[in-house]
């Protein structure tokens, strides 16, 4: 997991009030997600974190492309992804309950590290039916594709359609 150090945020030097991070996410941030359904990718993370007195409020802003593959064409294409999302982490003395919602700082923590949030937010914004759609939100399936496959599918039923002389013999029995 060396290169996922990069997504490291330290924060005990950081002033009070806002800063900002960039950090790209691609291929090789996926690759040491050892069973992400996300291969490849192209996107710049943006990081607003607000260093508060007892919090840090981590803003995060992620946009650009991962690589899909389309149910309907079975064709891969660039699947546009623009994700907003708000972490809280809490500073606290000791570590307290896991709470699903807000990440707790102890007094031993000087660092935050975003990369399984970025992974996860990632995850969730996949849509669940993945077809070939560009930034207009126009879909462009491979028509050709299209066609074959839907001849195909037809074959198919057509060869599952029960032969009727079987049902002819059937009356013999
Ligand atoms: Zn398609």
Redesign the pocket.
Same mark, same amino acid.
């Given at each position: 997991m060396k290169s996922l150090k990069e997504f490291s945020i330290p924060f005990t030097g950081l002033k009070l009030g806002k800063h900002q991070f960039e950090f790209v996410v691609n291929d090789a941030f996926f690759d040491e997600f050892e069973y992400s359904l996300v291969k490849k990718a192209n996107l710049l993370c943006k990081v607003e974190l607000d260093r508060q007195e007892t919090m840090l409020i981590l803003n995060f802003a992620i946009n650009g492309t991962i690589d899909a593959n &389309?149910d309907? &064409?079975l064709?891969q294409?660039p699947q546009h992804v623009d994700i907003h999302e708000q972490q809280v982490a809490k500073f606290s003395e000791e570590a307290i309950g896991e709470d699903e919602e807000i990440i707790i700082l102890t007094k031993n923590d000087h660092e935050i590290n975003i990369a399984g949030l970025i992974y996860e937010y990632i995850n969730v914004a996949m849509p669940f039916i993945t077809? &070939?759609i560009d930034e207009g939100k126009t879909p462009y &399936?491979?028509k050709e594709m299209l066609d074959n496959l839907n001849k195909l599918s037809a074959n198919t039923e057509q060869d599952e359609q029960p032969d009727p002389r079987w049902d002819a013999l059937k009356k013999f029995k």
């Open positions: &389309c309907r &064409c064709a294409y077809v &070939c &399936c491979d």
